[in-house]
């Protein structure tokens, strides 16, 4: 009998994972609430649920009835508490809910980290009588419950703080804001999958950014160019993270900012896959099938990752900030280790959201290659 997968939202973000599901032979369920055109995979799953995601009951009501075998989400960290919720009602493989309420919540996070000694930035909510007297800028201001630096801002003075408190706000869902201090250097990713609460780190990845005031994401090239030493701090570091916020299962995706004097610091942890067609970079450069992995987690299998490829891989974003790389995919054809490239929109706009980018390129190669790299840490 073919395996029932419940897979909590429909966008764009979800369309590798219900396809894979549907390449390894499982029956697919995603749910979604039916609204415009972020319901991509409404039509790509065996079957569609129009129900919103945040209806943790009404879910859980039709997967009992359907008897699923595992429930997943990948892409999006506001629908992790629902799968939580439904495999802790059902008794599948997942995470606490009560943990996913903290480990989705940057200030939750925060205080996990304070807690259990995990080196990251000093913080402070924002409130009317909040005191940033102990912080020391720059700062940065960010929602407690957005990712893809969705509302972020640099701020260099205290003139500027109440602007940026209001920008965060606006694009919070709860209206939660959270003031640290800014870490300078050089920022990385680490992915990881975890079963039983030992973490398997796959790869360390170099991210590009374009700095202050948004922090918009504009590359990631993996595996990381720090030595031995420095990636070894980054791992400890990135696992003792995600055990303060009792992760045992499945993917984490943490962000960490190395200073020029070699200390790691986290910056914040997702629980789950990373986004940014982080699956597709892995396969080029590991050979790991992520997101085969992610579903055997939910499942209930896990076998420890093992990789077949030492190479390097990584993707770039075309915005008004890096013109240049419109020429790279334009003549794609002339480099023989562009995997795929995309122009999805002629206007060139700068970047305050991951929306407004208008193209990108993915490449694999037996060599470090130089794309140069525009951000300056």
């Known amino acids: 009998m073919r395996k029932k997968l419940a897979i909590i939202g429909a966008n764009v973000g979800q369309k590798p994972l219900v396809l894979k599901a549907k390449e390894m032979g499982i029956e697919t369920h995603c749910f979604a609430w039916n609204k415009g055109n972020d319901i991509i995979c409404s039509k790509l799953a065996d079957y569609f649920h129009p129900i919103s995601t945040n209806d943790k009951e009404q879910i859980l009501e039709v997967c009992q009835q359907l008897q699923i075998d595992g429930i997943i989400s990948i892409s999006n960290d506001s629908y992790v508490p629902t799968v939580c919720y439904v495999a802790g009602k059902m008794g599948l493989t997942g995470n606490g809910y009560e943990d996913s309420l903290i480990s989705?919540?940057?200030?939750?996070?925060?205080?996990?980290?304070l807690k259990n000694g995990v080196n990251s930035p000093r913080f402070v909510v924002a409130g009317e009588k909040s005191d940033y007297s102990l912080l020391t800028y720059p700062l940065i201001v960010k929602p407690t419950d957005r990712g893809g630096s969705t509302g972020v801002m640099k701020v260099e003075k205290e003139e500027d703080l109440k602007v940026a408190v209001e920008h965060a706000k606006k694009w919070s869902f709860t209206g939660e804001v959270i003031v640290e201090e800014y870490?300078?250097?050089?920022e990385a990713t680490v992915d990881m999958i975890s079963w039983k609460g030992t973490h398997y780190e796959i790869v360390v990845t170099d991210t590009e950014t374009l700095g202050g005031p948004y922090f918009m994401k504009t590359g990631y090239h993996q595996p990381t160019r720090f030595c031995d030493d420095i990636r070894d701090k980054i791992i400890a570091e990135?696992?003792?993270?995600?055990?303060a916020l009792n992760i045992k299962y499945g993917?984490?995706?943490i962000e960490v900012k190395v200073t020029e004097e070699g200390v790691v610091k986290i910056v914040e942890v997702n629980p789950r896959m990373g986004g940014d067609c982080t699956d597709?970079?892995?396969?080029?450069?590991t050979g790991y099938d992520y997101l085969k992995a992610v579903i055997n987690v939910a499942l209930n299998q896990f076998e420890k990752p093992v990789f077949s490829l030492n190479k390097y891989s990584g993707i770039c974003f075309l915005s008004k900030e890096t013109e240049h790389l419109k020429k790279i995919i334009e003549n794609r054809k002339d480099d023989p280790d562009i995997v795929t490239a995309e122009i999805y929109n002629d206007e060139l706009r700068y970047l305050q959201t991951v929306d407004e980018r208008s193209g990108y390129f993915i490449y694999q190669s037996n060599q470090r290659r130089n794309w140069e790299r525009i951000n300056q840490l």
């Open 183 to 186: 870490v300078s250097g050089a």
């Open 280 to 285: 597709t970079l892995l396969r080029l450069s």
């Open 251 to 253: 993917a984490s995706d």
């Open 104 to 113: 989705t919540n940057k200030l939750r996070q925060r205080e996990a980290f």
């Open 238 to 243: 990135a696992k003792k993270a995600i055990t």
